[in-house]
Protein backbone atom coordinates (compact mmCIF):
# COMPACT_ATOMS: atom_id res chain seq x y z
CA UNK A 1 0.00 0.00 0.00
CA UNK A 2 2.79 2.62 0.76
CA UNK A 3 4.44 1.71 -2.64
CA UNK A 4 0.75 2.29 -4.52
CA UNK A 5 -0.49 5.13 -2.64
CA UNK A 6 3.27 6.93 -2.04
CA UNK A 7 5.04 8.52 0.81
CA UNK A 8 2.10 10.19 2.74
CA UNK A 9 0.48 7.12 3.67
CA UNK A 10 -1.32 8.64 7.41
CA UNK A 11 -0.94 4.73 8.94
CA UNK A 12 2.81 4.47 8.43
CA UNK A 13 6.07 6.14 9.83
CA UNK A 14 8.67 5.66 7.54
CA UNK A 15 8.59 8.09 4.47
CA UNK A 16 11.57 6.39 2.54
CA UNK A 17 9.01 4.32 0.00
CA UNK A 18 8.69 5.59 -3.63
CA UNK A 19 6.61 7.03 -5.60
CA UNK A 20 3.61 5.58 -7.05
CA UNK A 21 3.86 6.98 -10.61
CA UNK A 22 5.44 3.67 -12.04
CA UNK A 23 4.91 0.38 -11.48
CA UNK A 24 7.41 -0.72 -8.65
CA UNK A 25 8.41 -4.21 -10.02
CA UNK A 26 9.26 -5.42 -13.68
CA UNK A 27 6.28 -6.52 -15.89
CA UNK A 28 8.47 -8.45 -17.99
CA UNK A 29 10.03 -10.69 -15.08
CA UNK A 30 7.41 -10.40 -12.43
CA UNK A 31 7.73 -13.01 -8.87
CA UNK A 32 3.84 -14.51 -9.50
CA UNK A 33 2.44 -17.22 -11.01
CA UNK A 34 3.60 -19.89 -8.64
CA UNK A 35 2.41 -22.55 -6.87
CA UNK A 36 -1.58 -21.36 -7.74
CA UNK A 37 -4.47 -24.38 -7.87
CA UNK A 38 -7.53 -23.21 -9.61
CA UNK A 39 -10.24 -25.96 -9.06
CA UNK A 40 -12.74 -23.24 -10.44
CA UNK A 41 -13.13 -21.14 -13.64
CA UNK A 42 -12.98 -17.50 -14.35
CA UNK A 43 -10.98 -16.72 -11.39
CA UNK A 44 -8.52 -13.74 -11.71
CA UNK A 45 -4.85 -14.46 -9.83
CA UNK A 46 -1.75 -12.51 -9.50
CA UNK A 47 0.66 -13.68 -6.97
CA UNK A 48 1.80 -16.82 -5.55
CA UNK A 49 -0.10 -20.32 -3.80
CA UNK A 50 -3.59 -18.91 -3.99
CA UNK A 51 -5.86 -21.57 -4.40
CA UNK A 52 -9.33 -20.88 -5.99
CA UNK A 53 -12.27 -23.85 -5.03
CA UNK A 54 -14.93 -21.44 -6.31
CA UNK A 55 -15.22 -19.77 -9.35
CA UNK A 56 -15.43 -15.74 -10.55
CA UNK A 57 -12.73 -14.46 -7.70
CA UNK A 58 -10.06 -11.65 -8.37
CA UNK A 59 -7.10 -11.95 -6.52
CA UNK A 60 -3.72 -10.07 -5.77
CA UNK A 61 -1.48 -11.98 -3.09
CA UNK A 62 0.29 -14.64 -1.61
CA UNK A 63 -1.57 -17.77 0.11
CA UNK A 64 -5.12 -16.85 -0.30
CA UNK A 65 -7.85 -19.33 -0.27
CA UNK A 66 -10.98 -18.67 -1.98
CA UNK A 67 -13.98 -21.69 -1.34
CA UNK A 68 -17.00 -19.51 -3.19
CA UNK A 69 -17.23 -17.33 -5.83
CA UNK A 70 -17.44 -13.00 -6.63
CA UNK A 71 -14.40 -12.51 -3.20
CA UNK A 72 -12.10 -9.61 -4.30
CA UNK A 73 -8.92 -9.90 -2.20
CA UNK A 74 -5.49 -8.00 -1.96
CA UNK A 75 -3.26 -8.89 0.66
CA UNK A 76 -2.08 -12.42 2.17
CA UNK A 77 -3.31 -15.52 3.53
CA UNK A 78 -6.97 -14.25 3.42
CA UNK A 79 -9.05 -17.55 3.76
CA UNK A 80 -12.63 -16.79 2.28
CA UNK A 81 -15.02 -19.57 3.14
CA UNK A 82 -18.25 -17.99 1.82
CA UNK A 83 -18.84 -15.28 -0.94
CA UNK A 84 -19.26 -11.57 -2.14
CA UNK A 85 -16.35 -10.75 0.53
CA UNK A 86 -14.08 -7.63 -0.52
CA UNK A 87 -10.77 -8.06 1.30
CA UNK A 88 -7.47 -5.67 1.87
CA UNK A 89 -5.37 -6.87 3.93
CA UNK A 90 -3.54 -10.09 5.56
CA UNK A 91 -4.93 -12.86 7.65
CA UNK A 92 -8.70 -12.64 7.34
CA UNK A 93 -11.24 -15.21 7.79
CA UNK A 94 -14.75 -15.00 6.21
CA UNK A 95 -16.55 -18.27 7.87
CA UNK A 96 -19.45 -20.38 5.91
CA UNK A 97 -21.79 -17.41 7.14
CA UNK A 98 -19.51 -14.14 6.10
CA UNK A 99 -20.74 -13.56 2.87
CA UNK A 100 -21.24 -10.12 1.51
CA UNK A 101 -18.40 -8.26 3.85
CA UNK A 102 -15.87 -5.34 3.10
CA UNK A 103 -12.22 -5.32 5.07
CA UNK A 104 -9.41 -3.43 5.60
CA UNK A 105 -6.78 -4.50 8.24
CA UNK A 106 -5.23 -7.83 9.48
CA UNK A 107 -6.82 -10.46 11.30
CA UNK A 108 -10.42 -9.84 11.40
CA UNK A 109 -12.73 -13.13 11.56
CA UNK A 110 -16.34 -12.91 10.10
CA UNK A 111 -18.78 -15.24 11.32
CA UNK A 112 -21.55 -13.34 9.64
CA UNK A 113 -22.34 -11.34 6.51
CA UNK A 114 -22.92 -7.91 5.73
CA UNK A 115 -20.44 -6.12 7.79
CA UNK A 116 -17.85 -3.29 7.43
CA UNK A 117 -14.74 -3.38 9.33
CA UNK A 118 -11.40 -1.32 9.42
CA UNK A 119 -9.07 -2.85 12.28
CA UNK A 120 -7.04 -5.73 13.22
CA UNK A 121 -8.23 -8.71 14.81
CA UNK A 122 -11.78 -8.23 15.10
CA UNK A 123 -14.09 -10.91 15.67
CA UNK A 124 -18.07 -10.91 14.66
CA UNK A 125 -20.41 -13.61 15.26
CA UNK A 126 -23.34 -10.90 14.22
CA UNK A 127 -24.60 -9.83 10.92
CA UNK A 128 -24.87 -5.76 9.95
CA UNK A 129 -22.28 -4.46 12.01
CA UNK A 130 -19.97 -2.15 11.43
CA UNK A 131 -16.43 -1.57 12.89
CA UNK A 132 -14.11 0.71 13.14
CA UNK A 133 -11.40 -0.13 15.72
CA UNK A 134 -8.89 -3.32 17.13
CA UNK A 135 -9.73 -6.57 19.08
CA UNK A 136 -13.73 -5.87 19.55
CA UNK A 137 -15.64 -9.18 20.08
CA UNK A 138 -19.48 -8.68 18.54
CA UNK A 139 -22.15 -11.06 19.20
CA UNK A 140 -25.43 -9.41 17.96
CA UNK A 141 -25.94 -7.75 15.09
CA UNK A 142 -26.96 -4.21 13.64
CA UNK A 143 -24.05 -2.35 16.42
CA UNK A 144 -22.07 0.62 15.05
CA UNK A 145 -18.69 0.48 16.99
CA UNK A 146 -15.80 2.95 17.05
CA UNK A 147 -13.31 2.20 19.53
CA UNK A 148 -10.94 -1.00 20.69
CA UNK A 149 -11.62 -3.93 23.05
CA UNK A 150 -15.42 -3.73 23.26
CA UNK A 151 -17.26 -7.14 24.15
CA UNK A 152 -20.90 -7.04 23.05
CA UNK A 153 -23.16 -9.76 23.98
CA UNK A 154 -26.87 -8.97 25.09
CA UNK A 155 -27.13 -5.57 23.16
CA UNK A 156 -28.49 -4.82 19.32
CA UNK A 157 -28.14 -1.50 17.40
CA UNK A 158 -25.90 0.17 19.85
CA UNK A 159 -22.89 2.65 18.82
CA UNK A 160 -20.04 2.82 20.82
CA UNK A 161 -17.42 5.86 20.38
CA UNK A 162 -17.34 9.53 19.48
CA UNK A 163 -16.17 11.14 16.29
CA UNK A 164 -17.11 14.29 14.89
CA UNK A 165 -18.16 15.22 11.36
CA UNK A 166 -14.94 16.87 10.11
CA UNK A 167 -13.68 14.86 7.41
CA UNK A 168 -14.59 14.88 3.86
CA UNK A 169 -16.37 11.61 4.16
CA UNK A 170 -18.60 13.22 5.77
CA UNK A 171 -19.66 10.69 9.07
CA UNK A 172 -22.70 10.41 10.14
CA UNK A 173 -24.51 7.65 12.40
CA UNK A 174 -26.37 6.87 9.43
CA UNK A 175 -24.06 6.54 6.63
CA UNK A 176 -20.42 5.43 8.75
CA UNK A 177 -20.96 1.62 6.98
CA UNK A 178 -21.29 3.21 3.63
CA UNK A 179 -18.15 5.63 4.15
CA UNK A 180 -16.40 2.34 4.83
CA UNK A 181 -17.63 0.10 1.63
CA UNK A 182 -16.73 3.30 -0.22
CA UNK A 183 -12.94 3.64 1.23
CA UNK A 184 -12.67 0.11 1.00
CA UNK A 185 -13.40 0.11 -2.54
CA UNK A 186 -11.61 3.02 -3.32
CA UNK A 187 -8.74 1.31 -2.17
CA UNK A 188 -9.23 -1.72 -3.87
CA UNK A 189 -9.39 -0.19 -7.09
CA UNK A 190 -6.34 2.16 -6.83
CA UNK A 191 -4.18 -0.53 -5.69
CA UNK A 192 -5.14 -2.88 -8.35
CA UNK A 193 -4.65 -0.08 -11.10
CA UNK A 194 -1.04 -1.07 -10.55
CA UNK A 195 -1.31 -4.59 -11.43
CA UNK A 196 -3.22 -3.99 -14.73
CA UNK A 197 0.20 -4.72 -16.46
CA UNK A 198 0.26 -8.19 -15.08
CA UNK A 199 -3.44 -9.40 -16.62
CA UNK A 200 -1.89 -9.84 -20.10
CA UNK A 201 -1.97 -13.56 -19.46
CA UNK A 202 -5.55 -13.91 -18.02
CA UNK A 203 -7.93 -15.03 -20.09
CA UNK A 204 -10.66 -13.17 -21.32
CA UNK A 205 -13.35 -14.47 -18.77
CA UNK A 206 -10.49 -13.96 -16.25
CA UNK A 207 -9.77 -10.41 -17.01
CA UNK A 208 -13.48 -9.62 -17.09
CA UNK A 209 -13.74 -11.12 -13.32
CA UNK A 210 -10.76 -9.07 -12.80
CA UNK A 211 -12.38 -5.86 -14.46
CA UNK A 212 -15.28 -6.11 -12.13
CA UNK A 213 -14.29 -7.19 -8.97
CA UNK A 214 -11.10 -4.97 -8.91
CA UNK A 215 -10.67 -2.32 -11.91
CA UNK A 216 -14.14 -0.84 -11.77
CA UNK A 217 -15.23 -1.02 -8.13
CA UNK A 218 -17.16 1.78 -7.21
CA UNK A 219 -15.13 5.23 -5.93
CA UNK A 220 -16.97 7.28 -3.38
CA UNK A 221 -13.63 9.08 -3.07
CA UNK A 222 -10.84 10.87 -5.31
CA UNK A 223 -8.41 8.87 -6.20
CA UNK A 224 -6.24 11.43 -6.05
CA UNK A 225 -6.80 12.20 -2.62
CA UNK A 226 -6.99 8.86 -1.31
CA UNK A 227 -4.13 9.15 1.40
CA UNK A 228 -5.57 12.80 2.62
CA UNK A 229 -8.82 11.56 2.72
CA UNK A 230 -7.68 8.40 5.00
CA UNK A 231 -5.74 11.11 7.14
CA UNK A 232 -9.07 12.50 7.65
CA UNK A 233 -10.69 9.50 8.47
CA UNK A 234 -8.83 9.05 11.13
CA UNK A 235 -8.45 12.83 12.47
CA UNK A 236 -12.52 12.26 12.69
CA UNK A 237 -12.37 9.68 14.90
CA UNK A 238 -10.84 11.29 17.78
CA UNK A 239 -11.52 11.74 20.55
CA UNK A 240 -12.47 8.18 21.22
CA UNK A 241 -13.97 7.55 24.79
CA UNK A 242 -15.21 4.99 26.86
CA UNK A 243 -13.71 1.23 27.34
CA UNK A 244 -11.15 2.37 24.35
CA UNK A 245 -7.65 3.25 24.00
CA UNK A 246 -5.63 5.63 21.27
CA UNK A 247 -6.59 4.07 17.93
CA UNK A 248 -3.93 3.85 15.47
CA UNK A 249 -5.10 1.44 12.41
CA UNK A 250 -2.59 -0.37 10.81
CA UNK A 251 0.55 1.55 12.03
CA UNK A 252 2.19 -1.30 13.39
CA UNK A 253 0.84 -4.23 11.48
CA UNK A 254 1.53 -7.37 13.60
CA UNK A 255 2.31 -10.89 12.32
CA UNK A 256 -0.80 -13.25 11.82
CA UNK A 257 -0.97 -16.57 13.03
CA UNK A 258 -1.12 -19.51 10.57
CA UNK A 259 -4.66 -21.27 10.42
CA UNK A 260 -3.12 -24.36 11.94
CA UNK A 261 -2.74 -22.04 14.94
CA UNK A 262 -5.87 -20.95 15.42
CA UNK A 263 -8.02 -23.93 16.29
CA UNK A 264 -7.09 -23.05 19.91
CA UNK A 265 -8.80 -19.18 19.09
CA UNK A 266 -11.77 -20.72 17.63
CA UNK A 267 -12.08 -23.22 20.74
CA UNK A 268 -11.67 -20.10 23.20
CA UNK A 269 -14.26 -18.21 21.24
CA UNK A 270 -16.88 -20.60 20.87
CA UNK A 271 -16.33 -21.15 25.07
CA UNK A 272 -16.69 -17.71 25.14
CA UNK A 273 -19.77 -17.51 23.36
CA UNK A 274 -21.38 -20.37 25.61
CA UNK A 275 -20.65 -18.80 28.47
CA UNK A 276 -22.29 -15.80 28.06
CA UNK A 277 -25.18 -17.42 26.67
CA UNK A 278 -25.85 -19.30 30.03
CA UNK A 279 -25.20 -16.14 31.86
CA UNK A 280 -27.88 -14.61 29.97
CA UNK A 281 -30.24 -17.42 30.77
CA UNK A 282 -29.48 -17.51 34.35
CA UNK A 283 -30.45 -13.84 34.29
CA UNK A 284 -33.75 -14.26 32.95
Same mark, same amino acid.
Given at each position: M?????NK?P???T %???????S?PFN?????V??GNK? #????NAT?G? #??SD?? /?S?????N???NF??D??? &??N???? #?A? $??????N??W????? @??N????????? #? $??????? $?N?????GS?N????????VFT???????N?????N?DN?T?GNF?NT @??L?L????I????N???D??IR??GQ??I???G?L?V??S??F? %???SS?????N?T?I @??????L???L @?P &??G????????Q /????V?E??S?V /?????G?M??????F?K??H?
Amino acid at each position: MKEVLGNKIPFSNT %RNTSNAGSQPFNQGNAPVGKGNKN #FGSKNATIGN #FNSDYG /SSSATIGNGNWNFKSDNAT &IGNGNWL #FAK $GNTTLGNGNWSWDNG @SNNATLGNGNWH #F $GSDKATI $GNGNWDFGSNNTIIGNGNWVFTSGNEIIGNGNWLANTDNTTIGNFNNT @SSLKLSPQGIKTDVNNLIDSLIRRIGQNFIGLTGNLDVSSSQTFN %RLISSKSVGINDTNI @SKDIEQLLASL @SP &IQGNVINYQPLQ /SPQSVPEPTSSV /SLVVMGLMCLLLSLFKKQQHN
